[in-house]
């Protein structure tokens, strides 16, 4: 068999969206399941809308997501250029190969290619059996002298001797199009995968550019981890037999292929999305996710934190690492770690302040903890465990006041851990401070 040629076919819009996303990944799965060249080309006939801002938006979002071309605009390679608004010459060749063999006429100016009217069958890898037939001539070049996508889009399929046309199933409708042209020019038909629509989170309805979370950049933005998105997004669409959902992308390629691929829509499912991202941020190692959430520090310009100490910063992340869904929370699950003067939530206060006497349970604790050993949890746990059992009361019952006073609120990692990283000092004079007000 002769190698695996794929190619995502982007038109630079200004959006990479979770749908071409998808797209790329499929193809880039496919030739790396199959040992094959991932091409890059730009659909960028359509000079207007396109500008190099947009270009840095594909190449941006391919790179993060790690589905790196073999071939492609900044690859390189042997078949191009790769963007479309570069191949004029190409195009103008393949354009008199047509008019040569007496399949074009003009008409208003613009040129039309004359079909053939025969049925146009396709073995679809997904869909199977596909037919459909053209009724009528088409334009291939406008009459401002620019080919349009069919024609384009064919031409550069035959010259770059792409095997696998992998794309979304609002292409299908066209495909008759495609194999007219590729019979025209005397090529062989690719095999053609037409993968099923995206379906927004709610409702019916394909999902669009302005649905929410709909944004490969949101998600960088937000902190996600790429091969978290790249996971889910191999599974809208697509499963291996077994179901399995979280796996590494090695595996991901290894049972990738193109019956695997679903023929009904999927749906995007955010929450699921959410889950897949926090089960990965779980077990990240320590450097990764500590850089990780400083870059969002950084981007949510959060200088208390990113001005931090370097060793307190990744203690405090390393704290919140099990117990955060995703970096997003990481600024106000850790605020109290950074300034003073941090929230206090009234409803915790007024809840924990009204059992029993709390201020004289804080000052034992505060007394207890200036000999305590803030190096380890154990010995921390033991203080405010020996404290309680002095007074014949609950760990609980020191812990919440304690809590309160430290950190503003009842949610946030194990008291102990949240001391040792504070540090005595903090924290006596947060109980200090406490009482004086309290
Ligand atoms: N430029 C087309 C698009 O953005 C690509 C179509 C194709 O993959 O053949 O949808």
Redo the contacts with the bound molecule.
């Keep these: 068999m002769p190698q695996v040629r794929v190619r995502f076919?982007?038109?630079p819009t200004g959006f990479f969206h979770i749908g071409s996303a998808r797209t790329a990944l499929f193809n880039w799965l496919y030739a790396r399941h199959t040992g094959g060249v991932f091409v890059l080309r730009i659909?960028d006939t359509d000079k207007e809308r396109n500008t190099e801002e947009f270009l840095n938006v594909i190449y941006d979002s391919l790179t993060w997501l790690g589905l790196n071309w073999d071939e492609g605009p900044k690859a390189g390679g042997g078949f191009g250029p790769y963007r479309q608004s570069e191949r004029a010459p190409i195009y103008r060749e393949y354009l008199a190969k047509l008019q040569a063999a007496g399949r074009t006429y003009e008409k208003d100016g613009a040129v039309y290619f004359k079909i053939s009217g025969e049925p146009q069958v396709i073995d679809d890898a997904i869909r199977g059996r596909v037919e459909r037939t053209e009724e009528k001539d088409f334009v291939i070049c406008r009459s401002d002298g620019n080919p349009v996508?069919h024609f384009v889009?064919v031409v550069d399929d035959i010259t770059m001797q792409i095997t696998h046309?992998i794309?979304?199933e609002d292409?299908l409708s066209n495909t008759s199009k495609h194999t007219e042209l590729f019979k025209a020019f005397g090529a062989p038909l690719p095999v053609y995968a037409h993968i099923p629509l995206i379906l927004k989170q709610n409702g019916p309805g394909k999902m669009s550019k302005r649905d929410q979370g709909a944004l490969v950049e949101e998600y960088q933005r937000r902190g996600f981890l790429p091969e978290a998105l790249v996971n889910f997004l191999c599974l809208l669409g697509w499963s291996p037999k077994d179901d399995s959902e979280k796996m590494p992308i090695a595996e991901i390629i290894r049972r990738f292929d193109l019956p695997g691929i679903n023929q009904t829509n999927a749906r995007f499912d955010e929450k699921k999305l959410a889950h897949m991202n926090m089960t990965y941020l779980l077990e990240q190692p320590a450097d990764r996710f500590v850089a990780l959430a400083r870059d969002y520090f950084q981007g949510q310009n959060v200088t208390a934190a990113t001005a931090a100490d370097p060793a307190y910063f990744r203690a405090v992340m390393l704290l919140s690492q099990p117990k955060i869904k995703g970096v997003e929370e990481l600024p106000a699950y850790t605020v109290y770690f950074f300034i003073e003067d941090f929230p206090v939530d009234a409803r915790v206060r007024d809840k924990v302040m009204a059992k029993g006497d709390p201020q004289a349970r804080l000052r034992e604790l505060a007394a207890a903890l200036t000999t305590a050993d803030f190096s380890s949890d154990t010995a921390l746990e033991e203080t405010i465990k020996a404290t309680a059992a002095k007074n014949g009361l609950g760990f609980g019952d020191y812990q919440a006041v304690a809590r309160l006073a430290v950190s503003g609120t009842n949610v946030g990692p194990g008291i102990t851990g949240m001391f040792r990283v504070l540090g005595r000092e903090r924290v006596l004079r947060r109980i200090e401070r406490f009482l004086g007000a309290a």
Excluded: Q, T, Y
Aim: hydrophobic share 30%; proline share 10%; charged share 20%.
């Design positions: 076919a982007p038109s659909e996508f889009n046309v794309r979304g292409h």
